[in-house]
């Protein structure tokens, strides 16, 4: 996964960004991947990256990424106001092609 551009952010700063085309399967696979599920799990967490499910645990527990709302992956501590669409969880698997500064584990 590789740094694609940067952006400002509301305190002038300069950060590098992901765009979604870096991070983001298709569609398709995403929505393919979301119908795979133990059963009772339908409402469960996905991950925000490739769709799959994670058990509540797993969800609250797993690394989080940072999205603006243009869907760019942005460090952990970018401040950007109104840009920010909040911190999501993703699987271990999504977790380990993000570079280091883009993801916090918690509690970590
Ligand atoms: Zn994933």
Partial sequence: MNITHTITTSNGETV??????????????KEANSRIYRA????NPECKMCGRKMSEKASANA???HMTVNLDLVPMTAS????????????SECAKKV???????LGA
């Fill in 40 to 43: 009772g799990a339908h409402r």
């Fill in 16 to 29: 590098p960004a992901i765009s979604q085309s870096e991070w983001l399967l298709s569609i398709e696979q």
């Fill in 80 to 91: 950007i106001g109104s840009e920010s669409q909040g911190y999501f969880p993703v699987g």
């Fill in 99 to 105: 570079p280091a500064g883009f993801k916090k584990k």
């Fill in 63 to 65: 690394t989080r990424v």
